[in-house]
């Protein structure tokens, strides 16, 4: 697929899936995706440099939460939903309902 591993769905294993979301950045990119859709890697809002940035992507692409799209020299992101529902009922929408509880009480 373009060079870019990604498990198939029945691969998806709930363990790497809560590693991947287990980490503030990557569950902040995973809410930004969820909440758009598909963005472009660099319009991404985080504090991270880009070098951590691609690692983090790395580890959520890897664990089947989000799907790289290549277009040229531009990399698209999205949650891979249906996947995580299917595989998971449920679980992403409870970790980022938690999530968006947790930002609401820190602002």
Do not use: I, Y
Request: glycine fraction near 4%.
């Amino acid at each position: 697929m373009f060079g870019v591993d990604e498990p198939a769905h029945e691969q998806l294993t709930l363990t790497d899936v809560l590693h991947a979301l287990s980490d503030p950045t990557r569950l902040a990119v995973v809410a930004q995706l969820d909440r758009v859709g598909e963005m472009s890697c660099g319009c991404l809002e985080v504090t991270v440099a880009k070098s951590t940035l691609s690692q983090h992507l790395r580890v959520l692409r890897e664990a089947g939460v989000t799907h790289t799209r290549p277009d040229g020299n531009q990399r698209w992101l999205s949650v891979r939903r249906t996947a995580l529902d299917s595989q998971f009922p449920n679980l992403l929408d409870a970790v980022l309902a938690a999530h968006a509880r947790a930002a609401a009480f820190v602002s």
